[in-house]
């Protein structure tokens, strides 16, 4: 069964600090692997996904994530944290490249950004 | 980027009744829609699956009677909560998915609709 794991409910970091969000998945096959961004009562913001090639992805907001099949982990980062970029990160998996495939997603980490 | 919108964002309804949430696909023909749901501070989790022209595939432990899905069209598909009871109180999240909309690798999600029980 494919699923997701992100291991911290809550992240806390300093304004201008690096940040990293954990994600940690299982799939049959090749991961296609997405981080979505989630501000009170909003939907679901888009910031990057992995399909296939470089390692390194690099998203929207200056967000980065690493792939690492071998640790079968797909961590969010960013080098320097603003305030505004406290929210809801969820990181989520599909297995197969088929239309109508949904995406599983973890049960969310949020990141507090202090002044 | 592929934008979908939800109408309405929030409503109120009396216990009983029933509510038809709209999930609209603007720039793009999604050939797929996903409904889920969300509870505070919780993860979404998938309720149905619909393709343009055919039934929605439910996830177990949603009842299809209750949440009802029609996906007529590559542009609009709906969900309506019949008998609604305070316990269906929830964010209600739609996603769509389509080749038009550069692959379907990706869903762009809507705004979500907040749906009150009283």
């Known amino acids: 069964a494919q699923s997701v794991a992100q291991p911290e409910d809550q992240v806390n970091v300093a304004e201008g600090n690096p940040l990293t969000v954990k994600c940690t998945y299982s799939?049959?096959?090749?991961?296609?692997l997405f981080w979505y961004v989630q501000y009170p009562n909003r939907g679901l913001q888009f910031l990057l996904k992995?399909?296939?090639?470089?390692?390194l992805v690099k998203g929207s907001y200056g967000f980065e994530a690493e792939f690492n099949k071998s640790q079968t982990s797909f961590h969010l980062k960013k080098p320097s944290a603003l305030v505004s970029d406290s929210a809801l990160y969820f990181c989520?998996?599909?297995?197969?490249?088929?239309?109508?495939?949904?995406?599983?997603f973890g049960k969310g980490t949020t990141l507090s950004v202090s002044s | 980027g592929a934008v979908v919108s939800q109408h309405p964002s929030r409503v109120i309804c009396k216990s009983g009744t029933s509510v038809k949430i709209e999930c609209r696909s603007l720039?793009?023909?999604?050939?797929?829609m996903f409904w889920y749901r969300q509870f505070p501070k919780q993860s979404l989790m998938l309720m149905a699956t619909?393709?343009?022209?055919?039934?929605?595939?439910?996830e177990q432990g949603v009842e299809k009677d209750k949440f009802l899905i029609n996906h007529a069209s590559l542009t609009l598909s709906t969900l309506t909560v019949t008998s609604a009871h305070p316990e269906d109180s929830s964010f209600y999240i739609c996603?769509?998915?389509?080749?038009?909309?550069?692959?379907?690798?990706?869903?762009?999600f809507g705004p979500g609709t907040r749906l009150t029980v009283l």
């Open positions: 989520a998996v599909r297995g197969l490249n088929q239309a109508g495939t949904a995406l599983i």
């Open positions: 992995y399909i296939t090639g470089d390692n």
């Open positions: 799939v049959s096959g090749n991961p296609y």
């Open positions: 996603s769509a998915s389509g080749l038009s909309a550069g692959s379907y690798n990706e869903q762009f």
């Open positions: 619909s393709n343009e022209g055919s039934k929605a595939t439910y």
């Open positions: 720039d793009f023909q999604a050939t797929t």
